[in-house]
């Protein structure tokens, strides 16, 4: 017994934009430019043992004083659910796949500035979870449908 889960967004921008400001640069007063982004999720399932990968890209985009370029962050967790899913395990490993990425520059007519955020380490996360008792909808007592508007039951 077993699933497997897989759910991805992905999209794309092309975008314009204008300030007038005169503390932004001239180079950044009218930018025009095209990003993506992509998310991912996966999920496999078998018995009381899940794995699930994660990744995030977003591409490269220009703004009002600066530009950021591409990020991307990527992790991997295993769970295991014991003792009728009560007690939940879970190790989890962030930048599984190489550093996250997170740099920016910027312009002003007064300064310049870059920033850089790399996260070369790999983050290692224990999560354990138990579920003390088992929570019933109100007014479902007994396991019973809840009644639907109307009268109307099957």
């Not at 138990?130 to 396991?143: F, Q, V």
Request: charged residues 20%; positive net charge.
């Amino acid at each position: 017994k077993g699933n497997f889960n897989l759910n991805a967004k992905a999209g794309m921008d092309l975008y314009r934009q204008q300030s007038d400001d005169p503390h932004v640069s001239v180079d950044y007063r009218d930018v025009t430019g095209f990003s993506s982004h992509f998310k991912m999720w996966s999920s496999v399932k078998v018995g009381f043992f899940s794995l699930i990968v994660n990744g995030r890209y977003e591409g490269p985009r220009y703004f009002s004083q600066g530009k950021r370029p591409a990020q991307f962050s990527s992790g991997l967790r295993a769970r295991a659910s014991v003792f009728k899913r009560r007690l939940d395990c879970t190790l989890s490993v962030e930048n599984l796949f190489g550093a996250s990425v997170k740099d920016t520059y910027y312009q002003t007519s007064n300064y310049v500035q870059y920033g850089t955020n790399r996260k070369n380490v790999r983050y290692f996360s224990v999560y354990i979870s138990y579920r003390i008792r088992k929570y019933t909808k109100s007014g479902n007592a007994g396991g019973q449908p809840a009644p639907r508007p109307g009268g109307y039951q099957h």
